[in-house]
């Protein structure tokens, strides 16, 4: 069963009993705020991750992301929420400091 622990939010667990589905979309069912300006269409860098553990577990980089990276907006540790597909397995990931909502205390 996939998992996603969310660091910065006090270690947050998400399970869900889906096989495949992308990062953002197992987030936003789970009735976590995860911002995602473009409307999750890989047009912006908003909805980003910082992936502590787990890259094995996603699946490669898009064209959009791979795109973001030649450009520096991404570095190694950073996937697109509203790009990446949760294969199987566990992630544990962190809101990036940019992208962090006002109204929501993190842990970091």
Not at 61 to 85: D, F, H, M, N, V
Request: glycine share 6%; charged share 30%.
């Amino acid at each position: 069963m996939p998992k996603i622990i969310i660091v910065n939010m006090d270690h947050l667990e998400i399970q869900t009993n889906r096989t495949i589905g992308k990062v953002i979309e197992l987030i936003h069912e789970n009735y976590i705020d995860w911002m995602h300006a473009c409307g999750k269409k890989g047009r912006c860098t908003s909805c980003k991750m910082i992936v502590d553990e787990g890259m094995e577990n996603l699946s490669p980089l898009s064209a959009r992301e791979k795109y973001y990276a030649e450009k520096g907006r991404l570095k190694p540790a950073e996937r697109l929420t509203c790009q990446t597909i949760l294969k199987t397995g566990s992630i544990k990931i962190r809101v990036a400091e940019e992208n962090k909502f006002s109204h929501i205390d993190y842990s970091e």
